[in-house]
C-alpha cells in the first residue's frame, strides 16, 4: 500500500500568519492516465471531512483562496496564507492514484 | 442539497454482525462511485470499501476483506456496508462519500458509531 507521510503533525500557528504542511508518498501518485490523484482534506472540531483540494491544486468551490495545493510525484504541499480561528482543525492528505486509497496521519493545526 | 445520511450503527459483540445504511439525496446516486470511510475514536481517517455506480466494480482495504460487503440500490439512492465477524479495532465512526473519481472525495456523511465491545 501507499504509504502517505505529513509533516509536522501537531502547528501551532498565530492567527494572521502562514502555515505549510508536507504530505510525502511512497509511490509516485502520477495515474497513467497523466493526473495525479492527491486531495486535501479538512476536518474541523466534532465535523466531517471537508474537502479542500483535488488533484494536487483544484480548490473547492466554497474554499477560500487563502488555501492552495502544490507539488508533484511524491512531495505535496497545502499552504495557509494568512491563518483565522476558522482552520483550526485536522487536515489530511490523500491518494487515489493507487489501490487502496490511502490517508496521511494527519496535522493538527491550533491557534498559538 | 446534497445529503448523505447514515444509520444503523451501534454496539456489537467481538464476532457479530451489522448493517449500515446510506440515504443519498440532492446528487445523481446513480451515476456516482460510492465510498465507505472509518475513523477510530481519536485516530485518522482509513478508506474501507469502494463500489462503482452498477456495482460491477468493488475494492476493500485488506483489513476487513472477507469480512464486510459493500452493495447499493440505486432505486432507494442507498448505499450499504455489511460487517460480519467483527473486531474490536472495527470500532470507529464509518462515514458514507461521494467518490467523484480516484479518491476525490467530495460529499460526506455525518457518519455512524460502531462500538465492538463485550
Known amino acids: 500500500d501507499v504509504v502517505m507521510t505529513q509533516s509536522p503533525l501537531s502547528l501551532p500557528v498565530t492567527l494572521g500568519q502562514p502555515a505549510s504542511i508536507s504530505c510525502r508518498s511512497s509511490q509516485s501518485l502520477v495515474h497513467s492516465d497523466g493526473n495525479t490523484y492527491l486531495s486535501w482534506f479538512q476536518q474541523r472540531p466534532g465535523q466531517s471531512p471537508r474537502r479542500l483540494i483535488y488533484k494536487v491544486s483544484n480548490r473547492d468551490s466554497g474554499v477560500p483562496d487563502r488555501f492552495s495545493g502544490s507539488g508533484s510525484g511524491t512531495d505535496f504541499t497545502l499552504k495557509i496564507t494568512r491563518v483565522e480561528a476558522e482552520d483550526v482543525g485536522i487536515y489530511y492528505c490523500?491518494?487515489?492514484?493507487?489501490?487502496?486509497?490511502?490517508f496521511g496521519q494527519g496535522t493538527k493545526l491550533e491557534i498559538k | 442539497e446534497v445529503q448523505l445520511v447514515e444509520s444503523g450503527g451501534g454496539l456489537v459483540q467481538p464476532g457479530g454482525s451489522l448493517r449500515i445504511s446510506c440515504a443519498v439525496s440532492?446528487?445523481?446516486?446513480?451515476?456516482?462511485?460510492m465510498s465507505w470511510v472509518r475513523q477510530a475514536p481519536e485516530k485518522g481517517l482509513e478508506w474501507v470499501a469502494n463500489?462503482?455506480?452498477?456495482?460491477?466494480?468493488?475494492a476493500y482495504v485488506d483489513s476487513v476483506k472477507g469480512r464486510f460487503t459493500i452493495s447499493r440500490d440505486n432505486a432507494k439512492n442507498s448505499l450499504y456496508l455489511q460487517m460480519n465477524n467483527l473486531r474490536a479495532e472495527d470500532t470507529a465512526v464509518y462515514y458514507c462519500a461521494r467518490d467523484a473519481g480516484w479518491g476525490a472525495i467530495d460529499y460526506w456523511g455525518q457518519g455512524t458509531l460502531v462500538t465492538v465491545s463485550s
Open positions: 463500489m462503482n455506480q452498477d456495482g460491477s466494480t468493488l
Open positions: 490523500m491518494q487515489g492514484t493507487h489501490w487502496p486509497y490511502t
Open positions: 440532492g446528487l445523481t446516486f446513480g451515476s456516482s462511485w
